[in-house]
Structure formats: C-alpha cells, structure tokens
C-alpha cells in the first residue's frame, strides 16, 4: 500500500534528502506503523467533533506597545552563514 | 537525602550550596562515564549560582529551592548554554533566552548543574535516540533508563542533581520515572509554560518536576507552574500550594482501576506490585472501584499520528537557515535545506516527519488526521465520564520494568508499545504522575496516578500517602562504580 513513488514524494514535501537504501527501510516501518493505524477505522466517529486542543483558548490581546527585544547580534549568533548583519543562504533563483 | 531535607540544612547553615554543589558535581565526575545522564555538565555556572545562594541564605528569606542543584533537560532553552535537545541539529546552538521555567528557577536562585540526555527532539522511550550517547538505567547499566526524559531520571536516581525538569508528550516523564524508582509528575496540559521548551507536538508536551520523593515534586511543580503571557496555551489559573495537601488523609478518595491497564501484554511482576498498591490506597481509605476507558487500545494509533503531525510542523523550521546544522557546501537552496535536515536529523525524527508529513498530506488528512483528532475526542470523554465518580485512577506507568539496551530500538513498533499506558491521559491532557511502588527482578516499578484537569493537589496528596504508608521511600542505587 506504500509504494516507493509515495515514499520519495512525501520525503519531498518534507524537505528530506533520503537515499535509496534508507528510502527503502523506511517504507518498510511506515508501512508497519500504518497498520497500526488500520484499527482507527473501526471506529465510527461520523458524529464526532474533532479535538485541536484539550484545553479553552482565548485569542490573548495585548497593548501594541514597543518592548525591548533581542539584539540583532543576539538573533544571528546561531546563524550558520552571516554578512553584513544579514543570514546568508545558497542563490533561490539561479540562471539555470 | 531529599532536595527539601538539603534546604533545611542550607537553612540552618549546616552545610552551604556550594559545597552542596561541589558534592553534587564531585558525584557527576564520578559516576558519569558509566551512567552518561548529561549531554552537558555547567561546572562554572553552578558554582557562581551556588556563590550567590550562599550570600542570598545569608541575607534572610530565600525560596526552598534556593542553592538547590537542579539538572535540566536538554531540551529547556537556558540562556548561554548550550542546547542541543540530542540532535546534531542543534549541537553547538546557544539560545539568548531562557526558557520560562529556567527563568523561574534562575529567578529563585537554583542551581543548574547541567543539561540531561534524552531521546533526540523527545522522540523515544529509551534516550537510545539521542544523537550523542546512550544513557544507562543506574539500577543495572545494561538497561535503559526510559525515555524520552531518561538523562532527567537517571540523574536525579543517581544524586547527580537534587530534583529535575523533564518534558512529557506522551509518557516522557512517567515512563523513565518508572524505570529509575523516582517521581514524576505530568502536569495538565497549560498548568506550566512551555515557552522555551523546545517544540515536538504542541497540543501534548508539558514540563514537569523528577524527584526523589513527592514532597520535593510538589516544590518543584509549584515553583515552574502558572500562566506566561509568552505561551497562549498557559492556563492562568492560580497555582495552590501543592505542599500544603501533603500529608492529608485519604479517607474517602475515590480511586478508579482501569481494567483496560490490567490485560494481557502487562508483566505480571508489574501486575502485582500496582494491585498491591491500590490495596494499600484502599488500607488507607481510599474507596477502590473498577472503571472502564474504552477507547484505550485506539490511543496508541492516534498519539502516532498526531504527535508526529505536530513535529512534522514543528521541525520544519530546521532548514539550515536562521540556526542548527547547515550544509554548507551545498549551492542550490533547496538541496542545502533538504541534505541539512537528511544530516543534522537522526532516524527516529525522520521516521516521525515523514509519518506527519504523510499523515497530514493531500489524501490522506481526512483518513489518517482528521480521523485521529476525532477519536482523540472518544479517548477525552472516556475519562471525563469517569471523573464523574472517581477522583483519580491508579494503574502501571508501563507493562514491563526497564528493557535491555539494543532490545528495541531497531523495532520502532515495539519501543512505541512501550507507551501505551501513558499516552492515554497525554492525549487528553490531564494531569498525571509515577511514584515508586517497588522492585521486580531488582528494576524499580511506579504507580501510575491520573487525575482530571488541574488535580494535582489531589494526586500529589495521594501519592504523598502512599509513599509514607508503603514506606518505598528513596535507596539510591549501588551503582557500582
């Protein structure tokens, strides 16, 4: 029921490089895992709400007051790749 | 010696902090290279935090956690410190803040001896996951101390900390408790910020105290507990003095048995040892009756579709950008984010993205999601209509005592099984905890108490009881060493 096709395209979406030899293995335990979740089917919920969050959430408001927040320097020092103040990432658009 | 024992010596100046710390980190060099509870151990900033306790003692009016050594789970952001949450991901990320809790206990001049292994991002049942090193069960190093807060309950079995701070999505507290003969509580979903905690499945985790013993749980739950203006999901409701209970009767308490806690795949060492304890809750006054959860066995299907549909979201922000592993060498900015996250992640959280992912992708959301929040609904009323007549529920926090080390992790459907008993109340956000309740084959076994939303008192009241009453009070381990 999970193919290969299926696997690569989801690893996709996730953002996840997977070689050919961990593509396989890992269909292989999703696969299992995803039939543990068979069971769920036998469960008539048509009637059923769905629960996001277990608890009462009231959209908090607050005053748009200015605040002292962290340093610029603060927010790069975990940053792989800086200049000039600014984080750096590989070309988004290429003449390719 | 207890967290609450050591702050009525530092009190009466009978000892200091920091020669209380220095016994402490003393104990981490001794028995860390067997025991591997810390991905860190922050010698210099204990012992300036224990300076500072000293001189606060000596000024008057402290809090009871006050030149305390507390250790931390990796996963608690603490300012300047290094964070990993067990993942190459993270390894040599410093966040500015500290998380709210940190902050608290900072702010009441606790003493951070270190960051506690778990499994990598709190994905697991034995800290085998983390990317760094395995941490061992101090009762018998081939075991697995639990998971995923292993490092947090190894440390504080070992006296490698006083108390300390786990996190628990779906039994991350309770089951290495359980499996290292100490305390832990789960508080209700909201009860303490989570700001700063770093994010696996957001509807789940909670922040809670490990402990040697009840009295010092309550202390550390009242201290990180209340509302956080950072965390909209924080209940600001107000937080009881959850020491004050202690020590109460228990006559009346009405105590719930699940029978579905009690089938086949429960050890029957463990059978026995949690039917004695409910005998003694029962010798004490507590009414015993049987109740019903009858969405039980479905919970383990939907906490593995949900929780890693949260992660799935939660750890997309690790690209390779703003912080975390980078491949560096790579030019094409999609191929950087997608080699980064195949390099920095271990399998179990490329396991848990790609089963969120699927979970949550076109086609498959109705079926797969969209049906397990519904029957996350089924599991909330199960025990709402129970809280009805009970006040809390007593069971076993897992089927069996602490597996061996290798026994599981290359079986991802048997190490998730291991969870099965305590993912119930996570999924409905009640509150919970272990206490210790003996010994099976030399491996400790907790009691597994829930209680319904923001009952701690209740719990904490009934397990003060029957600790006192069963008199498995605290033995550390050998740990021959």
Known sequence: ?96 | MTAHEASGLLRNREISSVELTEAVLERIGQVEPNLGAHISVTSDLAMKQANAADLAIQEGVVHSLCGIPIGLKDVLSTADVETTCGSRMLEGFVPPFDATVVGKLRGIGAVFTGKLNLDEFAMGSSTENSAFHVTKNPWDLTRVPGGSSGGSAAAVASYECMVSLGSDTGGSIRQPASFCGVVGVKPTYGRVSRFGLVAFASSLDQIGPIARDVEDAAILLEAISGGDSNDSTSLHVEVPNYCEVLGRSIEGLRVGVPVEYFGSGLDDDVKELVLKAIDQLADLGAEVVDVSLPHTEYALATYYLLAPAEASANLARYNGVKYGYSNLESVDVSDMMASSRARGFGEEVKRRIMLGTYALSAGYYDSYYLKAQKVRTLIRSDFDEVFQNVDLLAAPVSPSVAFSLGDRIDDPYEMYMSDAMTIPASMAGIAGLSVPCGFAEGLPVGLQMLGPALSEPTLLQAAYAYEQEAKILFKAPSLDV
Not at chain 1, 8 to 32: C, F, G, I, K, P
Not at chain 1, 60 to 71: A, I, Q, Y
């Open chain 1, 1 to 96: 029921m999970l193919d290969r096709d299926t696997v690569n395209h989801v690893a996709q979406l996730a953002y996840l490089a997977l070689d050919d030899e961990e593509s396989s293995e890992m269909r292989l335990q999703l696969a299992q895992i995803l039939d543990l979740f068979e069971s769920l089917s036998l469960l008539q919920t048509d009637q059923v709400e769905p629960t996001a969050r277990v608890i009462p959430l009231e959209l908090p408001l607050r005053d748009d007051e200015v605040k002292p927040s962290l340093s610029q320097d603060q927010v790069l020092q975990n940053a792989p790749r800086i200049e000039d103040g600014h984080i750096v990432v590989p070309a988004v658009l290429t003449d390719s």
